[in-house]
Structures are given as C-alpha cells and as structure tokens.
C-alpha cells in the first residue's frame, strides 16, 4: 500500500499570506496519479488538483501544484477566507487508492 | 450538471444491516466506475472499494475484506454500499465518488484510474446500542 504523509499538521496563517502544503509518498509515483482535495466541514472533498498540477474546474489560479517522484505541494499564492479547510493529498496510481491525514489550513 | 446524490443519515444499533445508496445523474452511470469511501469522525479519507456498473464488477480494499458488498441497480443509475451486520466501530461517513476515467484491474489490484472527481454529499451512519 502506497502511504502518504502530509505537513505540517496545521498552517496558521492571515489572509493574504502563502500556504505552501508537502506531501511526501512512501514509493516514486508518475505526477499523472497525484490530486489534492480541499474539505470545509461539513461538506465532502472537492478536488482543487489533479494530475499533481491540473486545477480542477472552477478551482482559482491562486492555487497551483508542483512535484514529482515522492514529493508534492500544493501551493495557495494568497489565501482567501474561503479557503481556510482541511487539504488531503491522494494517490490513484495502484489500488488500494490512499490519502494523507489531512493538512488544516486555519486562519491565524 | 452531473451529480451523485447519496442516501439520508442513518441510526443503528450493532448487529443490525444497512443499505445506503449513491444515485447518479447528467452522465452515462454504465461506464464510470464508483469508489465508496469511509471518513471517520475527526479523520482522514479511506477508499473501500469500488465497483463498475457496466457488469458489476466490484474491487475491495484489503483493509474493508469481508465488511461489506458492492452492489448497482442500472434501471434507477443508483450504486449501493451494504452493511450485514453493523458495529458501533463503522460509525462514519461515508461517499461515493465517480471516476472520470476508467484503468485495469487484475485479480490483485488496479492501476491507470483516473481521479475520482465528482463526489455525493455523504450519509452519515451512527451504530449505537
């Protein structure tokens, strides 16, 4: 099984600020099989990036994707309140598909 | 606009079975496959398995072996996730999620799938005595 390992845990920060998310993964997988999903409570995961660096649709240029091999970030260039959620990598290169624990991004 | 809408939240009591459905529209349900997935309270995501509609060919999490069946009624494009006898440990919620694009599977595994990209809105499920 593939793990994935997000940090930090939790990113406070002021609106307007740089939030920069890693996620490490435990074995070298194409940048085709890597997505990030963002989750506000109460709500089920959107996909923001696909394919470690396609933005979903309707998914705001603010954000943006890099990495390869087993090291990826997801990268919010001025954070808006509405962004302020729960961010979860994802692996779908072999089954069974898995996430990181999950990155909180707060407002400081 | 396509959409999978999931079944209402639900309240158990261990030992009891469950059936909650995830039912698409705006799209052609034969041909994308349907992960289901468990978020536990306060936790991260966790895929279960899968399953394509076509032919009903289900593919399921090493870790989720056993504790439950995939199931498809193609005459109402609804996928179902259900539960034979419940414990209050599968208290969560749980998604669907549809594939934009479909890969392989062996008897092992599968690889080459697209992202799952549209989700439903999730049914919460209590088991409680």
Known sequence: ?108 | EVQLVQSGAEIKRPGESLKISCAASEYNFDNFWISWLRQLPGKGLEWMGMIYPSDGDGRYSPSFLGQFVLTVDKSIASAHLQFYSLKASDTAMYYCARHKGAGYCNSANCWGFDVPDVWGQGTMVTVSS
Do not use: M, N
């Open chain 1, 1 to 108: 099984e593939i793990v994935l390992t997000q940090s930090p845990g939790t990113l406070s920060l002021s609106p307007g600020e740089r939030a920069t998310l890693s996620c490490k993964v435990s074995q070298a997988i194409s940048t085709t099989y890597l997505a990030w999903f963002q989750q506000k409570p109460g709500h089920s995961p959107r996909l923001v990036i696909f394919g470690a660096s396609k933005r979903a649709t309707g998914i705001p240029d603010r954000f943006s994707g890099s990495g390869s091999g087993t090291d990826f970030t997801l990268t919010i260039t001025g954070v808006e309140p509405e962004d302020f959620a729960v961010y979860f990598c994802h692996q779908y290169r072999t089954s069974p598909w898995t996430f990181g624990q999950g990155t909180k991004v707060e407002i400081k």
